[in-house]
Every structure is written in C-alpha cells, then in structure tokens.
C-alpha cells in the first residue's frame, strides 16, 4: 500500500531523526520510492542531506570533547568518542579520494582517516604521531563507506606516550590496521 506524500514525510523526518546516519537509498528502499523521491522530501522538508547530517551530529557532540586538534581537522566523521579509550569515524569514499584509472582509494585518505583519529582519540591539548606501523589489507573503492575503530591501548605517562591500534573496515571487512604511538603532553 502506498503511503500519502504527507505520511511518508512524517514518516521520513521521524526516522532521520531516530538514525540520522541513514542514506537516501536506505530510505528510498524503506518506503519504497525512488531516490529522487526521498531528495525531494528532504528538500520539502528542509532536512540536510546525510554528510551534513553526520558532520553536524559529529560537531554538536564532539566539538568539546576533542581536544587535540580542530573537529573540522579530523579526516572522515566521528560518531562516537571517549577520550583516551576509544573513538569510531566513517569516511565516505568520492571521486576526489580515488586514482581515476582504476577507481581505487589513494591510501593516504585511508591513512589519514585512521591518524587523525588516532590524534583525536587522546585527551590532551597536544598529540602527534611519533610512529606507525600500518598495513593496508584491501584496496578501497569508490563509493565504500570506511569505518574506522581506534582503540587506547596504553598510556605511558611518563615517557608521554600513548599507544593507539586502529581498525578500519568496509562492510565488516578489515581493510587497514594501524598501530600508532603518540606523542602526549601531559598537560591534562
């Protein structure tokens, strides 16, 4: 049964707002309307398309809580954080991020996703990378969503080390691991 355009609409603000990370397909295929359907909903609507959604959910969160370097310096977007325990960031891979050959990520956008969550991750006004040792297990491709997970796994406080392992995954599929040690002020 088709729902009214003003049902789906209420429909479709409710469930942004339980799930803003939700995507114009996802959508489309929930209430079974084309794509362009849902962007013109969310036109009418005045809801931000899902990038924006993110970065503002990301923004509103973790703008204080970040402390080591600006939120609008973190490569890809941080939906959850605990200072010096753990942090997650989806990046989503576009045509700027790829080798035009072959469609395949530039491994520094991966990198750099996995840094500088690394960086934000510590909960120190300073934090940089001393060293990592990283692999890249997979290519990335256009159009993959790359979830990265860091995880603190030690504080050194007298050497002012901390000790990040980064995972990051495309549909639950490693595709890097990063084992960074950072540099720390312990000025907390």
């Known amino acids: 049964m088709r729902r009214s355009k003003k049902e789906r609409q209420q429909l479709l ?4 707002q339980d799930n803003p990370f939700i995507t114009d397909e996802e959508l489309a295929e929930k209430f079974q309307v084309s794509v362009q359907t849902i962007r013109l909903d969310r036109l ?6 899902l990038r924006e959604r993110i970065k503002s959910v990301a923004e509103k ?4 809580e970040v402390k080591s370097l ?6 890809g ?5 605990e200072l010096d325990q753990n942090a997650i960031s989806i990046f989503d891979v576009k045509n700027e991020h790829v080798f035009k050959r072959n469609q395949i990520a530039r491994g520094h956008h991966v990198f750099a996703q996995a840094n500088s969550l690394a960086v934000a991750v510590i909960n120190d006004e300073l ?3 001393a060293k990592a040792n990283i692999q890249f297990i997979r290519s990335v491709k256009l159009h993959e969503r790359v979830i990265a997970k860091a995880k603190v796994l030690k504080i ?3 050497k002012g080390r901390t000790f990040v392992r980064v995972k990051s995954f495309v549909n639950n599929e490693l595709v890097f691991t990063g084992d960074f040690e950072m540099y720390r002020s312990n000025n907390q």
């Not at 603000?13 to 942004?16: D, E, H, K, N």
């Open 13 to 16: 603000m409710s469930t942004i």
């Open 44 to 49: 009418e609507l005045s809801i931000p398309e």
């Open 61 to 64: 969160r973790f703008d204080d």
């Open 70 to 75: 600006p939120i609008d310096e973190v490569i």
């Open 77 to 81: 977007e941080i939906i959850d954080m």
């Open 127 to 129: 934090a940089l990378t």
């Open 156 to 158: 050194d406080e007298a």
